[in-house]
């Protein structure tokens, strides 16, 4: 099985900071990477797609980049909004989301 | 309007079985693989299952987690996907979502709930 790990687990930042989140896989997934958005009691939104395609209607703000084993998640400037958990999913081989970053306010 | 509609959770007895349900609406839902996703209580979130379209047979996958207890099916005619819950775990308790895979998982349900205690 592909494993997947984010760092780190959380986040304090304020709003206005530029945020990066990293996933590693345990072995090369190409571009087969995407990344969700959670809040407390809703459904995860799709954010990007093949490590850095986004998603319709998501923010220009959310950016993804990597290949192979190492991929980031930044958000440019964060809003207030985007205080939630963000997780990626490795969709190569069988499917594997990672455990989770929590963004919270500083 | 994309919709994903869950329905069937609720509480079950260990060992016992529970038959969710996901209709679809909006989309040409035989163009899509479809997957089950959950998420413990406080906890991250669990891919269970997928299920592949009919060019490609209906491949079916699985979790180690649930391999062998869970089978995911599908039914075109009736836009549906469910998933049957077999000799269940207190440790299978979560919200279960059916999940559109189309840019990677693209559509969500809003998740139904299964508890497994006795």
């Known amino acids: 099985d592909i494993q997947m790990t984010q760092s780190p687990s959380t986040l304090s930042a304020s709003v206005g900071d530029r945020v990066t989140i990293t996933c590693r896989a345990s072995q090369n997934i190409d571009i087969w990477l995407a990344w969700y958005q959670q809040k407390p009691g809703k459904a995860p939104k799709p954010l990007i797609y093949r490590a850095s395609s986004l998603q319709s209607g998501v923010s220009s703000r959310f950016s993804g980049s990597g290949s192979g084993t190492e991929f980031t998640l930044t958000i440019s400037s964060l809003q207030p909004d985007d205080f939630a958990t963000y997780y990626c999913q490795q969709y190569k081989s069988y499917s594997m989301f990672g455990q989770g970053t929590k963004v919270e306010i500083k | 309007e994309v919709q994903l509609v869950e329905s069937g959770g609720g509480l079950v007895q260990p060992g016992g079985s529970l038959r969710l349900s996901c209709a679809a609406s909006?989309?040409?839902?035989?163009?899509?693989?479809m997957n089950w996703v959950r998420q413990a209580p406080g906890k991250g979130l669990e891919w269970v299952s997928r299920?592949?379209?009919?060019?490609?047979?209906?491949?079916?996958e699985y979790a180690a987690s649930v391999k062998g207890r869970f089978t995911i099916s599908r039914d075109d005619s009736k836009n549906s996907v469910s998933l049957q819950m077999n000799s269940l775990k207190t440790e299978d308790t979560a919200v279960y979502y059916c999940?559109?895979?189309?840019?990677?998982?693209?559509?969500w349900g809003q998740g139904t709930m299964v508890t497994v205690a006795s």
């Open positions: 999940a559109r895979e189309g840019s990677a998982i693209d559509v």
């Open positions: 299920i592949t379209i009919k060019v490609q047979s209906y491949t079916t």
């Open positions: 909006g989309f040409i839902f035989s163009d899509h693989y």
